[in-house]
């Protein structure tokens, strides 16, 4: 079993801070997105999308997308446990990463698009986008802020939506978006991520 790893990409990232969470070890076969290697008519037949992550079983079968390679890892590996050990934990887990996937890292992936160099002759960078994206972000992380004042967590136990915050606040990161320091319990939060071993993942 191994997976197919870009170290730049936040999803990958989200998949290797759990795998360090776990303590599971699995080759890892980087590919270079730069280069388009992910265009290759090998890669395409595993994953049509041409997206990393992709995790490749021993009998050939793959499971493409971050959260679903982390989930199938999570039935095999449920100690510790990173999504919750009841219905209703479960839920929260899943609620809080779907608003830390959809409210901050998709914004500050279209930050990152809108700003990276790499992307100025692909696509048509607009300042708009960039101020949109970091308004949205604002008003999210803001709210995220109120939650994690009575909350150590962001869904109980630390778990699979910690992560998933953790990855899209340092991916923003890439686009000069900045934590306020009025976020206080934000950065009390990152703070005590940051000195997790898997933080470096």
Known sequence: MHLYDFPQSPNCRRVRMYLAEKGITLTLKPLDLLSGEQR????????????????????????????????????????????????????QVRAWERRAEFGVLLQGTRRFLHTSPYFAERIEQSPKVVAEAGQVLSERLSLFNTHLQDNEWLAGAYSVADISLFVAIEFAAMSNFQLDPAWEHVQRWYSAIRQRPSAEA
Request: hydrophobic letters at 40%; glycine letters at 6%.
């Open 40 to 91: 290759t008519s090998a890669y395409l037949r595993k994953n049509p999308f041409g997206a990393v992550p992709l995790l490749e079983l021993d009998d050939g079968s793959v499971i493409p997308e971050s959260l679903a390679i982390i989930e199938y890892l999570e039935e095999l590996h449920p100690d510790p446990p990173l999504f919750g050990t009841t219905p209703f934990e479960r839920a």
